[in-house]
């Protein structure tokens, strides 16, 4: 079993930058695809990004700018370093696991398990 705990989140000030980390247990973190989700108040939860286990990296269209995902084996830890925060990125952040690398990138479907998410707010 995987347990993730995103941490990280907090009040930050548009422009400026924030980086969420997800923290896992479990012995085959290695294995796993890791994404990082957003669900704001009222929408659906939208894809942000993901890091296959060996590093390759797949954004959302409008978050390859800002946004940056990375991972550390060593310590069984997922990034997400955000800059120029925007108030529309306000939501809450979800960390999540899964054993595919492909198409299914972006659908919720494709990862097993998840965090209990991180609250971001951007204030203008």
């Known amino acids: 079993q995987v347990q993730l705990v995103e941490t990280g989140g907090g009040l930050v000030q548009a422009g400026g930058s924030l980086t969420l980390s997800c923290a896992t247990s479990g012995r085959t973190f290695n294995v796993y695809t890791m994404g990082w989700f957003r669900q704001a108040p009222g929408k659906e939860r939208a894809f942000v990004a993901a890091i296959s286990s060996g590093g390759s990296t797949y954004y959302a269209d409008s978050m390859n700018s800002r946004f940056t995902i990375s991972r550390d084996n060593a310590k069984k830890t997922v990034y997400l370093q955000m800059n120029s925060l925007k108030p529309e990125d306000t939501a809450v952040y979800y960390c999540?696991?899964?054993?595919?690398w492909g198409r299914g990138l972006p659908s919720p479907y494709n990862y097993d398990h998840w965090g209990q998410g991180t609250q971001v707010t951007v204030s203008s």
């Open positions: 999540a696991a899964g054993r595919n």
